[in-house]
């Protein structure tokens, strides 16, 4: 669904801040929690090649209250490479993994099994706000299987 939500996206919405974060930047956050939740933990995470520093994070401010520069704006064919490769990966990945084992990350209490729901829901939200933004601008039709 986010690739189908990626390509949908006009141009002038996918860099509008006027409510908020920028529609490339909830959907690059997606991608990079996406990716960072199908690692191990954060020890074996490996960030996309064209990771910029807090671009991941929402909002202005990075964790410790630092404006956020934005300098780069992630295209959408780079959005959905990242968004191909990391589906791609995902049932070797989640295969690679002992669902009982501990999520590897100290900020999410759980075990791999739960982390990947956590995910799943993480991912839902964003796309579901991400639609919300297509449909204000009245733009309807998102499919919801893969569609290459």
Request: hydrophobic residues 35%.
């Amino acid at each position: 669904m986010l690739i189908n939500t990626i390509r949908k996206c006009p141009e002038d919405i996918w860099t509008d801040d006027a409510n908020g974060n920028p529609y490339w930047r909830i959907v690059y956050h997606s991608l990079h929690y996406t990716s960072l939740y199908m690692a191990q933990g954060v020890s074996s995470f490996i960030p996309w090649t064209k990771h910029i520093k807090n671009y991941n994070r929402l909002g202005l401010f990075t964790e410790d209250n630092k404006p956020i520069v934005i300098t780069t704006i992630y295209t959408k064919d780079e959005m959905v490479t990242y968004a191909e490769a990391i589906l791609n990966n995902c049932e070797s990945l989640i295969n690679d993994s002992s669902m009982n084992e501990p999520a590897g990350y100290e900020w999410l209490p759980m075990n791999t099994f739960e982390k990947h729901i956590y995910s799943i829901r993480h991912l839902q939200h964003h796309i579901g706000q991400l639609i919300e933004k297509l449909h204000a601008a009245g733009i309807w039709g998102i499919d919801w299987e893969r569609v290459s």
